[in-house]
């Protein structure tokens, strides 16, 4: 199974590529994980709610050029569902049994949000908490969510 992330913008600072870059070569045990950025659109203060919208259908369009049909589609909005640690893990071995080989994709937004075309082709929609976070940590975050679930899978220690 193919894990990819698909994320809006991209990290200019090291810390977070650090971050992120320790996880994934990490997870080179277990599976790979391919992080597949698009670019954003700046959007200045004090745009109309049409033009945010506008802006937001863009990026989605990006985000989906990214993704194939057959892909099980995870967006993480604050709407979301949230999973324990176990859960998702749970959920990732779930995926990986009867998923047929498709890709697993999981999409982070940007500063604006995601698009409604992006949301509504979502097959599962997970949320982190109701805490906003930047989109670059969010990364960083999930990164380690899936390391630790292939270490909850594979029963070795770490996730406690």
């Excluded at 994980?33 to 670019?39: K, L, N, Q, S």
């Excluded at 937004?109 to 992006?118: A, P, R």
Aim: no cysteine.
């Amino acid at each position: 199974m193919n894990i990819k992330i698909v994320a809006v913008g991209k990290i200019k600072e090291k810390f977070y590529r650090d971050a992120i870059d320790e996880y994934i070569k990490r997870m080179g045990a277990y599976n790979n994980i391919e992080i597949i950025e698009v670019a954003d659109i700046m959007a200045p203060e004090g745009l109309s709610t049409k033009e945010l919208e506008e802006i937001k259908d863009k990026e989605g369009e990006r985000i989906l050029g990214k993704i194939k049909d057959d892909a099980f589609l995870v967006t993480l909005e604050i709407l979301g569902k949230a999973m324990t640690s176990e859960d998702f893990a749970d959920f990732i071995k779930d995926e990986m049994l009867m998923g047929g080989g498709r890709d697993l994709v999981f999409v982070i937004g940007g500063s604006n949000g995601l698009s409604k075309n992006v949301t509504g082709r979502a097959n599962k929609k997970l949320s982190f908490g109701k805490f906003t976070y930047p989109h670059q940590l969010m990364r960083v975050i999930l990164s380690e969510q899936i390391y630790r679930a292939f270490r909850i899978i594979n029963n070795h220690p770490y996730h406690k």
